[in-house]
């Protein structure tokens, strides 16, 4: 698997970051529900999915406890009579340890379909997730592409933006797997903590923090196999918007000025990347170049307008913006 790879945008990719949100979008409103789901249709409307579900998830989550039994839906399969009876009761006493005590139960039992449930994790980010199969690793949906970071990626990006050694970070991401409490995650660096969190690697709750169970580890050592190595720096177009995303959500799914885009399109924004000679994407002396950072700009700048004029009925979907049949287009890591 690679350790990253980019390509054009496919619906099942943003069902599957939609699966992740339903139930914390209906703890706010069946209709924002109705209305969000909506843009995932025939023709995927990315764009405005993104938007609507990034306003949805700004209004404040409804009674916490009514978002909690929707949960409880799908995990009573899991459970037996007595935990089943006892998280009624918690439930019925709002005890202040319930969402602490679901996501302990969603772990130990491995109800795998809830374990990116949105309701467990930093509202930040809410345009990536962790995928599982084929495809593992963390998937960016940055409109009509794709950005995949498999684990080697992942931990070149850890790494790297937390400024911490591979045994630091195995020791951490380790101790956060079983768990710890809430007061000692939030003693953490910032930059480690917001690393993690916007990367939606730690779950949190008001009692404890867990890794997020399909962060697979130990992460994979970085070296010069070809699964194994950081990313090239030809990836670094994508993760400027990322970063200029993760900066300011508010923008999401808005392609920001150039010049906030370029801001973020160097060695210090973007440190997990392997900023090779022959794509100097950071270059002043590359401008317009092949490899400059017009160019780089402008492929994102073509894929944006392409997706809006599809979705305001301008173009016909086709391979490549959505319109595909289901063994079509089907992405692979």
């Given at each position: 698997?690679?350790?990253?790879?980019?390509?054009?945008?496919?619906?099942?990719?943003?069902?599957?970051?939609?699966a992740?949100?339903?139930?914390?979008?209906?703890?706010?409103?069946?209709?924002?529900?109705?209305?969000?789901?909506?843009?995932?249709?025939?023709?995927?409307?990315?764009?405005?999915?993104?938007?609507?579900?990034?306003?949805?998830?700004?209004?404040?989550?409804?009674?916490?406890?009514?978002?909690?039994?929707?949960?409880?839906?799908?995990?009573?399969?899991?459970?037996?009579?007595?935990?089943?009876?006892?998280?009624?009761?918690?439930?019925?006493?709002?005890?202040?340890?319930?969402?602490?005590?679901?996501?302990?139960?969603i772990?130990?039992k491995?109800?795998s379909?809830?374990?990116?449930?949105?309701?467990?994790?930093?509202?930040?980010?809410?345009?990536?997730?962790?995928?599982?199969?084929?495809?593992?690793?963390?998937?960016?949906?940055?409109?009509?592409?794709?950005?995949?970071?498999?684990?080697?990626?992942?931990?070149?990006?850890?790494?790297?933006?937390?400024?911490?050694?591979?045994?630091?970070?195995?020791?951490?991401?380790?101790?956060?797997?079983?768990?710890?409490?809430?007061?000692?995650?939030?003693?953490?660096?910032?930059?480690?903590?917001?690393?993690?969190?916007?990367?939606?690697?730690?779950?949190?709750?008001?009692?404890?923090?867990?890794?997020?169970?399909?962060?697979?580890?130990?992460?994979?050592?970085?070296?010069?196999?070809?699964?194994?190595?950081?990313?090239?720096?030809?990836?670094?177009?994508?993760?400027?918007?990322?970063?200029?995303?993760?900066?300011?959500?508010?923008?999401?799914?808005e392609?920001?000025?150039?010049?906030?885009?370029?801001?973020?399109?160097s060695?210090?924004?973007?440190?997990?990347?392997?900023?090779?000679?022959?794509?100097?994407?950071?270059?002043?002396?590359?401008?317009?170049?092949?490899?400059?950072?017009?160019?780089?700009?402008?492929?994102?700048?073509?894929?944006?307008?392409?997706?809006?004029d599809?979705?305001?009925?301008?173009?016909?979907?086709?391979?490549?913006?959505?319109?595909?049949?289901?063994?079509?287009?089907?992405?692979?890591?």
């Amino acid at each position: 698997m690679e350790a990253c790879s980019v390509r054009p945008f496919h619906r099942g990719v943003y069902e599957n970051l939609w699966a992740e949100h339903k139930l914390s979008v209906l703890a706010i409103s069946f209709k924002k529900f109705r209305a969000v789901a909506g843009k995932l249709g025939q023709v995927p409307h990315i764009l405005a999915f993104l938007q609507s579900l990034g306003r949805t998830l700004n209004e404040p989550l409804g009674d916490l406890n009514n978002a909690l039994l929707n949960v409880f839906d799908h995990m009573k399969l899991y459970l037996d009579r007595n935990e089943r009876m006892k998280l009624v009761d918690l439930v019925l006493d709002e005890s202040p340890t319930l969402p602490t005590v679901f996501f302990d139960l969603i772990r130990r039992k491995s109800i795998s379909a809830l374990y990116g449930c949105r309701i467990f994790f930093p509202q930040q980010a809410y345009y990536k997730f962790y995928d599982f199969g084929d495809s593992p690793g963390l998937w960016i949906c940055l409109g009509p592409y794709l950005l995949h970071l498999g684990f080697a990626g992942i931990r070149a990006r850890f790494q790297a933006r937390m400024g911490i050694s591979p045994t630091e970070l195995d020791e951490r991401l380790g101790r956060l797997r079983e768990g710890i409490p809430i007061g000692e995650y939030s003693g953490w660096p910032e930059r480690i903590r917001k690393t993690l969190e916007n990367n939606i690697a730690v779950a949190v709750s008001p009692g404890q923090a867990w890794l997020h169970p399909r962060l697979e580890l130990p992460l994979p050592e970085l070296d010069s196999s070809p699964g194994s190595r950081a990313p090239k720096s030809r990836f670094a177009p994508f993760m400027a918007l990322e970063r200029c995303w993760d900066t300011d959500p508010a923008g999401i799914p808005e392609l920001p000025a150039f010049s906030a885009w370029k801001e973020e399109l160097s060695r210090e924004r973007l440190p997990e990347l392997d900023w090779d000679s022959e794509t100097n994407w950071d270059s002043e002396t590359n401008w317009n170049s092949e490899t400059g950072p017009a160019d780089g700009f402008r492929l994102l700048l073509d894929a944006f307008l392409a997706q809006k004029d599809l979705e305001l009925g301008k173009a016909e979907a086709g391979a490549g913006n959505g319109k595909t049949r289901p063994e079509e287009n089907q992405p692979d890591a």
